[in-house]
């Protein structure tokens, strides 16, 4: 989209992923029904767009692959294979008994479509799942807590597991005092928004080897060469990359057809999350 539209009607325009931010000068030039973003989250994106604008997010496209990831820096997380891959470099045979995922207290934090799928795909893994979201209710056969008992919550979990979308309500819910409630080793994963975690607290408790983190988004993004997270034992860093894999052009192609037939007969489009 770094030129003209090619015509002044356009039924669907479907910004490039990771880029919805950018496009409100090609949009002015142009009448759209629909514009489909290719991600689920879609804080800030309402001030960037023109007047006039339907936005729908991305959802039932990414969170399968985000899920995915989370399991992946977990496990990864937990079974010490960043070591491994930095003996493997040196070729050094370096065996270690490592903190197991089965049998571990989890606290997972958002229970929307990634919470969901995170929560199947831990499933087999044997943990005792505590779910938290904006608001307490019996769903899927779990007891999801409610945000507010999130400090009684936190003493006790050994992995915490953010699927949270960003904005001002959840900006820095994990803070010092979050951080300082977890028990010594605990693991905080990362697959929601950077902003969901103050950087400069998990610093403090990473460098004392109190907190161990995996991350797939970080604050600020991308994280500057010359960022302490970088370098500090226990911290795993993934360069948000939760929803980028195989399965995502095929299922952004599925939603776009179906958002395509569903104008075609005179429908709503699925997941509108603003409209300008």
Do not use: C
């Amino acid at each position: 989209m770094d030129g003209p539209p090619p015509r002044e009607r356009i039924d669907i325009v479907v910004p490039p992923y990771m880029s919805s931010f950018d496009v409100r000068a090609q949009l002015e030039q142009v009448q759209t029904r629909l514009v489909q973003g290719q991600s689920i989250g879609y804080e800030g994106v309402a001030d960037r767009l023109p007047p006039g604008i339907v936005f729908a997010n991305a959802a039932s496209v990414h969170e399968t692959s985000t899920a995915e990831l989370a399991l992946a820096l977990t496990l990864a997380a937990q079974r010490h294979l960043p070591d491994f891959v930095r003996a493997q470099a040196e070729r050094r045979w370096a065996p270690v008994t490592a903190e197991s995922l089965a049998d571990r207290r989890v606290l997972l934090i958002g229970y929307g479509g990634v919470g969901k799928a995170i929560a199947a795909r831990l499933a087999p893994f044997e943990v005792e799942l505590t779910a938290v979201a904006r608001t307490g209710r019996e769903e899927d056969g779990i007891a999801v807590h409610g945000i507010d008992e999130l400090p009684a919550l936190l003493p006790d979990a050994e992995i915490v597991v953010l699927a949270l979308p960003g904005g001002e309500e959840t900006h820095h819910l994990i803070d010092d005092a979050a951080l300082s409630a977890l028990p010594d080793g605990a693991l905080v994963v990362n697959v929601g928004r950077g902003s969901l975690i103050d950087p400069d607290a998990l610093v403090v408790h990473a460098r004392r080897g109190r907190i161990r983190a995996a991350l797939d988004v970080t604050e600020p993004e991308p994280l500057p060469a010359d960022h302490p997270l970088w370098s500090l034992p226990g911290v795993l860093i993934a360069p948000h990359v939760g929803g980028a894999s195989s399965a995502m052009r095929p299922r952004i192609a599925r939603l776009v057809r179906t958002q395509a037939e569903r104008m075609l007969r005179g429908e709503p489009p699925l997941n509108v999350v603003i409209e300008t």
